[in-house]
């Protein structure tokens, strides 16, 4: 499906990285201690460095930051902030919404809309398309769009398939009326018959965690360890699945917005891996001086966040005009953004110091007083 | 591409040490893994269109195979 808005400008955006850093080179154990194994995965995949939540940490504290970051710096009065849209696929709790949550512990005013968007990959771009819609139509005034994953915990660390890959991440974007036309356009689509291509079986309503899975580890040929809370990933299929998808539905909003290549500042791909993204820039024809693979190799596979990560990353201190986003995955679902960023304040990356969370045990405890309503 | 230049990219893909040819068993070499079948996907379809399923590994055997599929 395709869109267009008018009137809406993306004011500022933060993005928030955990401070704990991984390097691909002190994990050489993922590669059975082969310095050479190692090297070859760091040329064909891109594995560098990234950065992980720490325990008991999760995508709301990230996300808590990035709010407080973006609205402190760019001086936003709290209340003017009518509406907060969180994209994630790890929210705290099924229910209440996370936003919600959020919503509290920022401390916005009560004449606000709240909700969750639950999209992987392809989130960050449905949340602008949201938050275009809702200003543009006037339903609201401004928009706090936060998004984030914290993919690094989807899998458990001894498994080498899934687990390099990761790096967590959050977001907090702020998005307004403005006078100027300053067109935005959104391509996006779905294909719900590959939702099991990647999937974590056992987190919701429809396979509980009980004890006949609690314990339950399974060893696959290569000796990788999985639960079935664990994310599957299915490679190849993967893979086809971009190739046909996402350099087409670059074409596509390039079209659609009337735009060349030259008109496009900036190219912000998912940064699946280093090999995914190189394939796309190969096929789409897009500059490499106008885009990026290697975002991938310094934070890892940022999941939802994983574009707004690029942004940040790549386009601070720096003037652009349009620029296109590109996320594809998890749904399977894809999106396309083309929009203008030369009013955006780019506050870049901002490393987040260890909180002092409650523990597991804490929570546990606190839990059970509720329950005995004491 | 010719298939002398196909082998040159093959051995790139493997980034092995050891001298390819066309009718060598992929299995006999330690590189033929997980890494570089993943590679060998995305040279197919970057250079020839040709889509690779997880299956078509299984009849996969040698490097004249992997040349069929890219129809050289």
């Not at chain 1, 760091?42 to 609205?71: C, H, P």
């Not at chain 1, 960050?124 to 915990?153: E, I, N, P």
């Not at chain 1, 300053?182 to 056992?202: C, E, L, Q």
């Not at chain 1, 993204?277 to 939802?304: C, H, L, Q, R, W």
Request: glycine residues 6%; proline residues 2%.
């Amino acid at each position: 499906m395709k869109s267009r808005f008018n009137n809406v400008k993306i004011k500022g955006i933060v993005t928030v990285l955990p401070q704990n850093r991984i390097d691909i080179d002190d994990e050489i154990g993922y590669f059975d201690n082969n310095q050479k194994k190692l090297d070859r995965a760091k040329k064909m995949v891109g594995f560098g460095s990234r950065y992980v939540v720490s325990e008991n940490m999760t995508v709301v504290d990230m996300a808590q930051e990035a709010a407080e970051i973006l609205i402190e710096e760019l001086k936003e009065d709290k209340n003017t902030i009518d509406t907060l849209i969180l994209v994630t696929q790890s929210p705290d709790y099924l229910y209440p919404a996370s936003s919600c949550i959020l919503h509290g512990r920022l401390g916005l005013g009560e004449n606000c809309a709240a909700f969750d968007v639950g999209l992987g990959c392809s989130g960050y771009v449905y949340g602008l398309w949201l938050a275009h819609s809702l200003v543009s139509s006037g339903a609201s005034k401004k928009v706090l769009l936060l998004a984030g994953d914290d993919a690094s915990t989807h899998s458990c660390r001894e498994n080498r398939i899934s687990n390099p890959l990761f790096g967590d991440a959050a977001s907090a974007t702020l998005i307004e009326h403005t006078d100027e036309e300053n067109t935005a356009y959104f391509v996006m689509g779905t294909r719900g018959s590959g939702w099991d291509k990647i999937v974590a079986p056992a987190t919701g309503r429809r396979l509980p965690v009980r004890e006949d899975i609690s314990g339950l580890e399974i060893t696959d040929n290569s000796g990788n360890k999985w639960h079935l809370y664990d994310e599957i990933l299915k490679g190849i299929d993967v893979f086809n699945f971009t190739m046909e998808v996402a350099p087409q539905n670059m074409l596509e909003a390039l079209e659609y917005s009337g735009k060349s290549i030259d008109d496009i500042d900036y190219f912000s791909i998912h940064q699946a891996n280093k090999q995914i993204v190189d394939t796309i820039i190969a096929k789409s024809g897009i500059p490499k001086e106008k885009t990026t693979s290697e975002v991938f190799s310094k934070y890892g596979n940022n999941s939802t966040n994983s574009v707004a990560t690029v942004v940040c990353d790549k386009l601070k201190d720096k003037t652009s005009n349009y620029i296109m986003l590109e996320a594809f995955g998890v749904g399977l679902s894809w999106g396309n953004a083309i929009v203008n960023i030369s009013e955006l304040n780019n506050l870049g990356i901002r490393f987040m110091k260890d909180k002092n969370l409650p523990s597991r045990e804490d929570m546990i405890e606190n839990w059970i007083k509720h329950f005995k309503g004491e | 591409m010719d298939r002398n230049e196909f082998l040159t990219q093959m051995q790139d893909i493997l980034q092995t040490d050891e001298e390819l040819s066309f009718d060598m068993n992929l299995d006999d070499l330690e590189e033929w893994d997980s890494l570089s079948k993943m590679a060998t996907v995305a040279f197919l379809d970057s250079n020839f269109g040709v889509k690779t399923t997880f299956s078509d590994f299984e009849s996969i055997k040698t490097i004249e195979d992997i040349a069929k599929k890219a129809g050289i």
